[in-house]
């Protein structure tokens, strides 16, 4: 008991700070049983002691009761100790009548460090229960395992820890401000506190939120859950919760009894989760969103784009039959991959919501940043700043979760300001086993939610097998978003009644848990159950229900055996635009002209090369950086940063959006775009030349990211699949910084076509070239993105000037390494002047930035011109091209370095050297005549790169198909090497001296 007397000086500080926000009388009838503690209290409340007393001289009935005693005390003369009196009730057993008798005119010292300390004992108790009281809530439904890892009950949940025991049970309590657990009532018996703390805490739901640093923000979930009676559903609402349980039991029954051997990842085990998520739909259509982006592992997720998102019953009964060509199923992947995009009418709100599920592959939390860059979007385009009528919710596995690192890169996003989407709610399906992986051996933290700590989102551990729990949860977190606009974490703690498949055989790994599982009654019967029991619904009701859902899969099951049956494209796409496949491309029209007229590259170039006018203060080097842009322009050329923002300022003010994201990108890693400028003397004042060149212009978004590359360029491919018409580039750090984002590369941008149906636009900017900077800064791999190019290499297209446009319609993604800024210029308005969308890898330069040797002049950008696949030749060579003896193809920075050296040793008349800037698709047509031109010649391919690196390997084969066999081929370059560059400057200089002297020989 001593012990919590002599350290409750510091907490009774605190307690009386924390009544700042009270009421004058409130605060006096909390601090009154405190200030006799003089001694403890070092003058803390001298402030409310004079208060009270000046207004207790005023009227005496203005003061607490114990305040009136102990000031007339004092007035008569008794010291403070003594003249302290307890509130009648304070410290009694409900049993004891409050009368003069019962309360003595002066009470020791030694009671009334009892009565304090008891207090602050009992005070601090529900402050443990609050922070730790999760730790012993019942979440497992099979019984077996405790969600936290762990079986130990935390010590401070415990009487005894607080000097408290069975004697002080029936004694009665102030409540401090900081729980609601009284409702109507400021004082309760320690048993009815240790019930009602108990059953807010430790009953089936684990609440997990006093990491969180503002007091509000817990005081509003404490609110919500302590709050006597507060998780209660009427009658309509627990017959609306048991017929969503019906249809997500009996989807997951039809399949079974009709495709018994076929997987499907059912959610049998988290049959909850279908009303959940359509509790956190009704509730957040209430708050005003109208369009709900979703992203989810294949758990499930037939089961939700059948009823949460309503997808046709036909349509998903169809992908099940096994005569389906890939053709027809307009997908190369299976069918609990595809996304979907629907919208419907909302019943609870009755207003219309969109919803959409967007295609993840089993790269599981790949799809969480793809998601959030959707969502980013599409409240761009709205107008929606603050995230009110567009939002996301995202779906995890707890192995997933807790174990794959572009969680925490996703979560790292939700604040930044061009990335965050204004809260997410995320529901994570916590089977409680990965694979076959037990929880105990897959993760180091106790729970599998805790990464999303980081970000102070509110964590609400909930058993699955509690369904009128689980609805309040997800209408707290809905609720909760809708307030704060921050994410918020629903942990559904449930299992998995097969194994990782319907197939899969679980009991070789987990006897003990499949065990239990076997012996497990599914959620519907318990919930049914107590359903009858309360009189909600009759067995009939209950019978007629599922009767009613099993006779509508029937028939949609007929119809898709029938041949009236039709599977869409369409039916599966995530992001459907509108209007912009109507027209198609015309395969007999070349691509349109991408130049534009001289009075706009003018306008363009000289807004972004001017400073900002008034007090604005622009760093002294930059000044100079923008005179040499405008000198520059007016002798009619341009540098690489000034190619880039000609075409990003044309495209705006043809009113086309431009987003462009990554590590460092306002500035430019090589300190060469300098496209936002901070003023030298005032924080946060910042000027960007491309939304100041007219006041109809699109806007142009510019942001530096966080040091992620897998979530942030998932995130840009999100952005990019809600419009068409806006141009969304990421550009790596250095080019070889793409491979730590290399699943988003594989299972997103370069299959999304064929898997998915989805096109996309985007652009990846990859710093690329060999200055010596060592394996870490030289190559973006473009040999990885060439491997994964599908034009096929021993078939030459078709013969006619116009294919070109077909290659490109044809392709998964466009290889391209422009050598000149007019080129870049134009291969970036190409992406939006072409009638579809594909991905653009592009290898951007480094030394040449700055090379006056690779600039172009204004007029290759002006109207009529276009970009060019290939580059020939325009030197000596090109006039006699039958003395020529070597046609050197090379593409990117080295042909800068092999002209140097062709003119250095005088052999421009000899040797020919022509580059490629398109190399996939391969410019079959375009070789062709290069070779038929030399055709004395021999050809060469040249590259920085090491020979099983870069390009040859995919250039070789198309070069032989374009050519022929009789033509002679060789290779210029680097041998085979294991690293991409050695990291050793005169090793470099050596080696790129020897593939020059074979390249020229």
């Known amino acids: 008991m001593m012990y919590a007397a002599r350290t409750c000086a510091r907490l009774l500080r605190e307690r009386l700070a924390s009544y700042g926000k009270l009421s004058l009388h409130k605060r006096w009838q909390q601090t009154a049983v405190l200030v006799a503690q003089e001694p403890f209290l070092n003058g803390s409340s001298g402030n409310y002691v004079e208060e009270m007393y000046i207004s207790w001289k005023e009227d005496p009935k203005s003061v607490h009761r114990s305040w009136d005693a102990y000031f007339r005390q004092v007035q008569s003369g008794k010291p403070p100790g003594q003249a302290y009196q307890p509130p009648p009730i304070l410290g009694q057993s409900p049993g004891m009548v409050a009368t003069r008798q019962t309360v003595p005119s002066a009470v020791d010292q030694s009671t009334i460090n009892e009565l304090v300390s008891d207090h602050m004992a009992v005070y601090s ?8 009281g999760h730790h012993m809530a019942q979440l497992d439904p099979l019984g077996i395992l405790q969600a936290d890892l762990s079986e130990t009950v935390p010590a401070d949940l415990s009487l005894e820890y607080w000097g408290l025991g069975e004697s002080d049970l029936d004694k009665v309590f102030q409540l401090p401000n900081t729980t609601y657990i009284g409702g109507d009532n400021d004082v309760l018996t320690l048993r009815e506190i240790l019930n009602r703390l108990n059953n807010v805490y430790c009953g089936h739901i684990g609440l997990d939120y006093m990491f969180i640093p503002e007091k509000s923000k817990c005081d509003w979930i404490r609110k919500r859950f302590e709050t006597p009676g507060i998780i209660q559903l009427d009658m309509e609402d627990k017959r609306t919760l048991a017929k969503r349980l019906i249809r997500s039991t009996g989807f997951e029954a039809f399949l079974a009894k009709k495709w018994s051997s076929e997987k499907r990842f059912g959610i049998e085990g988290c049959e909850v989760l279908i009303p959940a998520m359509k509790t956190i739909i009704d509730k957040s259509s209430e708050f005003g969103v109208e369009s709900i982006i979703m992203g989810m592992p294949h758990r499930g997720r037939l ?13 998903i009964f169809t992908q099940f039959d096994p005569t389906l060509e890939a053709s027809d199923e307009g997908s190369g992947d299976v069918k609990y991959h595809l996304g979907m995009s629907h919208e419907l009418l909302n019943r609870a709100t009755n207003k219309l919501v969109r919803l959409a599920v967007v295609a993840n592959p089993s790269h599981l939390e790949a799809v969480d940043p793809v998601v959030e860059g959707k969502t980013r979007s599409e409240q761009f385009y709205r107008g929606d700043s603050q995230g009110k009528k567009v939002m996301s919710v995202l779906i995890h596995g707890d192995a997933a ?3 794959q690192g572009v969680v925490y890169e996703t979560f790292h996003l939700s604040a930044l300001p061009q990335y965050t989407t204004h809260g997410t709610i995320h529901i994570v399906v916590n089977n409680q086993i990965g694979f076959t992986t037990d929880p105990r051996v897959a993760r180091s933290s106790p729970y599998c939610t805790d990464v999303a700590k980081v970000v102070d989102a509110p964590i609400f551990h909930v058993n699955a097998d509690d369904p009128e729990a689980v609805m309040h949860v997800c209408k707290v977190a809905a609720e909760w978003r809708a307030e704060f606009g921050k994410d918020v974490v629903i942990d559904l703690v449930c299992y998995r009644r097969h194994g990782h498949n319907e197939g899969d055989n679980p009991m070789f790994t987990q006897p003990i848990m499949y065990k239990n599982v076997n012996k497990k009654n599914h959620v519907l019967d318990l919930y049914a159950k107590r359903l009858i029991d309360e009189g909600v619904v009759t067995e009939e009701w209950l019978q007629e229900e599922k009767a009613n859902y099993d006779k509508i899969c029937e028939e949609a099951f007929s119809e898709s055996k029938s041949d009236k049956r039709v599977l869409l494209n369409r039916d599966w796409l995530d992001s459907p635009w509108k209007g912009f496949f109507q027209k198609g491309y015309c395969p007999t029209q070349p691509v349109k002209p991408t130049g534009i007229p ?9 807004v972004f090369s001017a400073a900002p006018g008034g007090d604005f203060k622009v760093h ?15 002798r009619g050329y341009v540098d690489w940063a000034m190619g880039e923002a000609l075409a990003f300022g044309s495209l705006l003010m043809e009113s086309v959006q431009v987003r462009l994201s990554g590590q460092d990108v306002e500035r430019g890693t090589f300190s060469h775009r300098h496209h936002i400028l901070h003023d030298q003397d005032k ?11 007219s006041t109809e212009q699109a806007p142009y978004t510019v942001c530096n990211s966080s040091l992620s590359e897998y979530a942030v360029l998932g995130f840009e491919l999100g952005f990019s699949m809600t419009n068409p018409f806006a141009l969304v580039c990421w550009e790596a750090q250095f080019g070889d910084f793409n491979n730590t984002a290399q ?26 070239g060999y200055e010596g900077m060592g394996p870490e800064h030289s190559s973006a791999r473009p040999e990885r993105f060439l491997q994964m190019s599908n034009d096929n290499p021993e078939v030459f297209p078709t013969n006619n000037e116009l294919f070109e446009v077909n290659q490109l319609y ?3 993604w466009q290889v391209v390494n422009c050598s000149t800024p007019a080129n870049y210029f134009h291969v970036l308005r190409r992406q939006i002047v072409l009638e579809f969308r594909k991905p653009l890898i592009l290898m951007t330069p480094k030394s040449l930035l700055r090379l006056e040797a690779a600039r172009s002049h204004i007029d290759e950008m002006a109207e009529g011109t276009s970009f060019r696949r290939v580059i020939p030749d325009s030197g000596p060579a090109s006039v006699n091209p039958e003395k020529v003896r070597k046609l050197l193809l090379c593409t990117g920075k080295v042909y800068y370095d092999l002209a140097k050296e062709r003119t250095k040793r005088g052999l421009e008349e000899d040797i020919a050297i022509s580059r490629v800037e398109q190399i996939s698709p391969f410019p079959f047509d375009l070789i062709k005549a290069e070779n038929q031109k030399y055709d004395n010649a021999e050809i060469v391919w040249a590259q920085e790169e090491p020979m099983n690196m870069g390009y040859w390997t995919y250039v070789h084969p198309r070069l032989v198909t374009s050519v022929g066999d009789n033509v002679k081929i060789s290779y210029a370059g680097r041998p085979p090497a294991a690293s991409t560059a050695t990291g050793n400057k005169h090793q470099h200089i050596s080696e790129q001296e020897d593939l020059i002297n074979k390249a020229l020989e």
Not at 305 to 313: F, G, I, Y
Not at 683 to 693: E, I
């Open 620 to 634: 002294g080097g930059l000044r100079r950086i923008l005179k040499a842009r405008h000198d520059l322009l007016e």
């Open 743 to 768: 699943c988003i590369i594989d299972q997103f941008i370069s299959s999304g076509h064929d898997k998915w149906v989805r096109q996309s636009g985007l652009t990846m900017l990859l710093p690329h």
């Open 683 to 693: 924080d946060k004042v910042t000027y960007c030349a491309l939304n100041d060149l």
């Open 303 to 315: 089961n939700v784009l059948a009823n949460v998102c309503r997808k046709s019953l036909e349509q």
């Open 598 to 606: 001289l009075e706009t590259l003018k306008h363009v170039g000289n």
């Open 401 to 403: 979760f807790s174990g």
């Open 810 to 812: 044809s392709t998964n």
């Open 125 to 132: 108790l529900i402050r443990c229960y609050q922070i730790r």
